[in-house]
């Protein structure tokens, strides 16, 4: 959610002084109250201040008994991403229009770091870099959907959890942990552009090439705790992890309220069922 609209005096209507802050006993109950509510803009929310701040924030909600949700650590993790995002908008509202503009280009510098290949996150970028290498080097296949691509990013796509077995093949097996806010429908639709790699990367020869050992990779109930993209296609979100995210947390989220076709052309499902790892004869794909 953007709040440029607050001004740094409406924060600091809230903000309780430093006095306050140093003296509050922790032992002698919270921070503040539903009705004089005082979060900490200057601090995290890992705070002391801040953690006391949110139990009062879930406490308060979970009794209000508006929405149907009673999940007390999504409503806790809602709240400390929607400080958060106060806190960056209070600093926005505060610093002078080039002070934005040099945050504006630090944060194109983090993002460019961000989609870099570093530790664990290197096996999610490389998933994405095939997807979309096979988008860009197929455009009569999947041309049209590289834009798509694109705002998923990275954070988009699934991760792997080692079972630490072989499958007496030789061949490490991996489970996919499911995305929660994912529509179920958008990561079969993604799996087609492992296809479209394959595809790309063996015809027409069909056998491997020299490169990583490949993996198998199968889907599992086991779940992610990476926070959703912001800013996709309604459709690209499950409908019911959508309906019981609290009103701050879908407005943080700028959901696209246009629909996004999550489909192929024929010629290119053709191709796809061909390279799906059952009717083809290469095996076992990564």
């Not at 709240?79 to 209070?90: D, I």
């Not at 997807?131 to 796509?157: K, T, W």
């Not at 995305?179 to 552009?193: N, S």
Request: glycine residues 6%; aromatic residues 10%.
């Amino acid at each position: 959610m953007k709040d440029f609209h607050l001004s740094y005096t409406d924060f600091m209507l809230v903000q309780p002084s430093d006095n306050t802050i140093r003296d509050w006993n922790p032992s002698l109950g919270r921070a503040c109250t539903a009705d004089d509510f005082r979060p900490d803009f200057y601090s995290s929310p890992k705070s002391s201040w801040n953690k006391s701040v949110t139990e009062v924030f879930v406490e308060s909600f979970l009794d209000a008994d508006t929405f149907s949700s009673h999940d007390v650590a999504a409503v806790r993790r809602a709240f400390g991403a929607r400080l958060k995002s106060l806190r960056r908008s209070m600093n926005v509202a505060r610093m002078s229009h080039s002070d934005y503009l040099d945050l504006q280009a630090k944060a194109r510098r983090d993002e460019r770091k961000r989609t870099m290949p570093m530790g664990s996150h290197a096996d999610n970028w490389q998933l994405f870099s095939r997807r979309i290498n096979a988008a860009i080097e197929l455009p009569e296949l999947a041309g049209e959907h590289v834009h798509i691509l694109q705002r998923l990013g990275v954070d988009g796509m699934s991760t792997d959890e080692s079972d630490h077995e072989l499958i007496g093949t030789g061949i490490p097996q991996f489970r996919i942990r499911k995305k929660g806010w994912r529509d179920e429908r958008l990561g079969v639709w993604l799996r087609k552009f492992d296809a479209l790699h394959r595809f790309r990367r063996f015809a027409p020869i069909r056998r491997a090439g020299p490169g990583a050992q490949p993996r198998i990779r199968l889907i599992s109930n086991v779940s992610s705790t990476r926070p959703p993209v912001p800013g996709l296609p309604f459709n690209a979100y499950n409908a019911n992890w959508l309906q019981h995210l609290p009103s701050w947390g879908a407005t943080d989220l700028e959901v696209d309220s246009r629909r996004y076709c999550f489909q192929f052309n024929p010629q290119a499902e053709h191709v796809v069922l061909e390279n799906s790892g059952r009717l083809d004869t290469i095996g076992h794909y990564p």
